[in-house]
């Protein structure tokens, strides 16, 4: 009988090994669930409204937005986005993006793969103007057995963090077809 005990909970806490987490929380679970766990962890409803998938909090000192992914019918959590406030300037921008490479990779060691590029005629120090029109690419993604972690800059001139989930991944794929 112990070792029939022993074995559930090495299945449980195997199981529970097999899903990216955010700040301690799985990416899985109901919708729910998951926004529950994050509030746990000291994340708040970004509004009043009813809508379940935005919260706010700090990231690594800064106040941040999160937005939580969930598949279309079973409503199991995905993805988790962290978007950073909008950069005032390209220095800023620059600045905070290896800042959270920096972090990142102190937490997950080598990127599996980096680009950081500009497309001719534009350079680092078009910087925004180059972003805002789609000719400057930076992505630094991190391979997990348990799912991808991606650093972006967006158009918007955020630093974005894309938390992504492997199985709830090839789940929602399956829920779309």
Not at 32 to 37: E, F, G, H, P, Q
Not at 90 to 96: D, E, K, S, T
């Amino acid at each position: 009988m112990i070792a029939a005990l022993l074995g559930l909970v090495l299945t449980v806490s195997l199981a529970a090994q097999d899903h990216l987490e955010f700040e301690g929380v799985p990416v899985d679970g109901p919708l729910k669930v998951c926004v529950k766990a994050l509030r746990d962890a000291g994340f708040k409803p970004k509004t009043r409204a009813v809508d379940n998938h935005y919260l706010r909090g700090k990231y690594f000192g800064e106040e941040v937005q999160l937005f939580v992914g969930c598949t279309a019918q079973s409503q199991t959590a995905y993805l988790v986005l962290v978007s950073f406030p909008a950069s005032p300037s390209w220095a800023a921008l620059r600045g905070q993006y290896d800042y959270v490479k920096m972090r990142l990779t102190a937490l997950y060691n080598t990127p599996s793969n980096v680009v950081e590029t500009f497309q001719y005629p534009y350079t680092e120090e078009d910087g925004l103007r180059a972003l805002e029109y789609g000719k400057c690419t930076f992505v630094t993604t991190w391979t997990l057995p348990e799912g991808e972690i991606s650093l972006t800059l967006s158009s918007e001139d955020r630093v974005q963090v894309f938390f992504t989930d492997k199985a709830n991944l090839a789940l929602a794929a399956s829920e779309q077809n």
